[in-house]
């Protein structure tokens, strides 16, 4: 083979792993539109690519209960991350390997349709469907848990933060 046929074909090469890696960095412009989650998720396709929190509202409304903490997941083979919550202490979830990840994640319970769902960066990363009373048993648990939270667990509200134009008051 000549240098000359071996050139086009390292080209090609090359603007398929360009166009590639393009793809990969634009992927939240590859995501599916919200109507298209809506439908997903309507039409009970509900996968682990790019469904996002207001997708469910959309198509579910409301949920019953909302919870937000840093949670430990383990990571499954089918893409599904189980929090730690839901597996019982010195115990690790049937399935898993070796992958575990902690995040920022936003919980929501639907107990009239027995779903559990997680999001990180407003994706969805856990689903788990179980009886309207493990929900709410879960409901409970997340309630219980925002009583004692501390300020250094909570996000700070905007009321706290001095405005700009007052300087903060110092300790006398």
Not at 36 to 63: C, H, R, V, Y
Not at 71 to 84: A, L, S
Not at 98 to 110: I, R
């Amino acid at each position: 083979m000549n240098d000359h046929a071996r050139v086009p074909r390292i080209e090609s090469k090359i603007l398929m792993a360009t166009a590639l890696l393009s793809c990969l960095l634009a992927a939240p412009a590859c995501a599916p539109t919200l109507e298209e989650q809506k439908a997903q998720i309507l039409s009970n396709k509900i996968t682990f690519k790019g469904l996002t929190m207001q997708a469910f509202q959309d198509a579910w409304g409301k949920p019953t209960y909302r919870h937000r903490e840093l949670t430990v997941f383990y990571v499954m083979d089918d893409g599904n991350r189980i929090p730690r919550f839901r597996v019982p202490v010195g115990e690790a979830p049937e399935g898993w390997e070796t992958g575990a990840m902690a995040a920022d994640a936003v919980f929501f319970g639907y107990a009239d349709r027995g779903e559990l769902l997680g999001f990180v960066e407003d994706r969805l990363v856990y689903r788990q469907q179980v009886p309207a009373a493990e929900v709410h048993a879960v409901g409970k648990m997340w309630t219980h848990e925002e009583r004692f939270k501390t300020r250094l667990e909570v996000p700070e509200s905007p009321k706290s933060v001095p405005a700009p134009d007052r300087p903060a008051s110092s300790p006398k």
